[in-house]
């Protein structure tokens, strides 16, 4: 059973994540996320083409002090936003800060 309780609730802040995780004694540190927009070249600064574009794609990687290999979780912009008004509206002033703490918090639950 993992540690990390599959709480998709937007409220859930990535701190409280990172606590659980070292509080395991496990938890090895993350990379910063990386955006895409094709899946396939990847960048931790993404920068829109047109106005009101999103990224398509957040990568994020976390590392366990038990395990060989890191845990690397992709998330779709797409799959990610909130249905609330309010937070919506958040996601869409911040995306890059969001998609990749969204991604980030995805990456914990995996690994723990």
């Known amino acids: ?10 409220q859930q802040t990535l ?11 496990q938890w090895n540190g993350t990379e910063p ?13 993404w920068r829109p083409s047109e106005p009101g574009q999103f990224p398509s794609f957040c990568r994020a990687t976390v ?4 395990v060989d290999h890191p ?5 779709r912009w ?3 936003p909130p249905t609330d008004d ?10 890059t800060s ?3 703490s969204f991604a980030r918090r995805a990456a914990l639950r995996s690994a723990f």
């Open 78 to 80: 797409d799959e990610a």
């Open 15 to 25: 701190a409280e994540y990172e606590r659980l995780a070292i509080s395991t004694e």
């Open 63 to 66: 590392y366990r002090r038990d």
């Open 98 to 100: 969001m998609l990749g």
């Open 33 to 45: 996320p990386e955006f895409s927009d094709d899946g396939e070249k990847w960048s931790a600064a």
């Open 86 to 95: 309010q937070w919506g509206q958040l996601w869409c002033r911040e995306r």
């Open 1 to 10: 059973m993992s540690l990390l309780q599959p709480l998709d609730e937007i």
């Open 71 to 75: 845990t690397i979780v992709v998330v």
